[in-house]
Nanobody, 123 residues
Framework: QVQLVESGGDLVQPGGSLRLSCTVS????????VGWFRQAPGKAREGIAA????????FYANSVRGRFTISRDNAKNTVDLQMNGLKVEDTGTYYC????????????????WGQGTQVTVSS
């Protein structure tokens, strides 16, 4: 069974940092990639980072490149998202997902989703 559980969301001030974790079941490792997505109120879900399982290649949306880092911890079965230099516009519900995407930052190409964790960036 494929399971993904997000954690680490919180309220943080602009300029601050957070680390999100996506704990994955071992069956998730059979999928092609794990991605992180976010959805702000009233907006569509957008892809922000992804990592491919077979070679650990990483991909980022322009809005977060240089500030966010996606990585895998095989010992803990997690895919983490380190977020630095947070901005108010980073606020939203963050989801991780797994699947066999061709375009790794497109939500519609992922089959399995976690429940999300809330990130609020506010002073």
């Amino acid at each position: 069974q494929v399971q993904l559980v997000e954690s680490g969301g919180d309220l943080v001030q602009p300029g601050g940092s957070l680390r999100l974790s996506c704990t994955v079941s071992r069956f998730t490792l059979d999928k092609n990639a794990v991605g992180w997505f976010r959805q702000a109120p009233g907006k569509a879900r957008e892809g922000i980072a992804a990592i491919k399982n077979f070679d650990d290649s990483t991909f980022y949306a322009n809005s977060v490149r240089g500030r966010f880092t996606i990585s895998r911890d095989n010992a803990k079965n997690t895919v983490d998202l380190q977020m630095n230099g947070l901005k108010v516009e980073d606020t939203g519900t963050y989801y991780c997902a797994a699947g066999w995407p061709t375009r790794v930052l497109l939500p519609n190409e992922y089959d399995y989703w976690g429940q999300g964790t809330q990130v609020t960036v506010s002073s």
